[in-house]
């Protein structure tokens, strides 16, 4: 577990950044964000690398965090929003810390393209966005690919491949 732990410490610091980017645009932004409490829209059944499940895992066990969870949900829906709310909002995926905001990222083409959610940006010109406004979805994809990359290779289990991904809602099998 020592050994994981070194793995959780590096994951949370890139969480930490993405939280401070991501707080940076959603100031910038501020006039264009419809999201607040409530909005749900972007809530689904994520897949997320190892290290950033069982990270989230670790933390939800240390603060003894049994989340409520719906019952019946689709198969894209999120089992942990509950009442239109993230049940672990403080340690939600980091794809989950970015929605809402422009994201910039290359598509399968090796093209740039841009994502933005549809209720954000009604009224804003597409032509504006550029890499200052824009979050940098690739730089961060690839930063959690490369630990998760040395969390597989170290992982005392070694159930995982180095592109295998964990659905979310198998955290509640673990809880």
């Known amino acids: 577990m ?35 409490a409530g909005c749900d829209l972007c809530c689904m059944d994520y897949n997320i690398f190892p290290v950033e499940f069982y990270a989230i895992l670790n933390s939800l066990k240390e603060k003894d965090i049994k989340p409520e969870t719906l019952i019946s949900t689709t198969d894209e829906q999120c089992i942990f929003l509950n009442n239109h709310r993230c049940a672990i909002y ?52 690839s930063k959690l690919f490369t630990l998760n990359k040395r969390f597989i290779h170290d992982f005392e289990v070694g159930e995982h491949g180095e592109f295998d991904l964990i659905s979310l809602k198998r955290l509640m099998n673990y809880l």
Not at 105 to 129: H, K, P, R, V, Y
């Open 2 to 36: 020592r050994k994981t732990k070194i793995y959780f410490e590096e994951y949370l610091s890139i969480r930490s950044l993405v939280d401070s980017i991501s707080n940076q645009l959603e100031e910038h932004h501020s006039k264009h964000m419809h999201c607040k």
């Open 90 to 141: 403080r340690d939600r995926p980091i794809i989950c810390r970015t929605h809402g905001l422009p994201l910039l990222f290359m598509n399968d083409n090796g093209e740039w393209e841009l994502s933005a959610c549809e209720l954000n940006f009604t009224e804003f010109d597409f032509a504006q966005f550029s890499q200052e406004n824009t979050f940098p979805q690739d730089k961060f994809n």
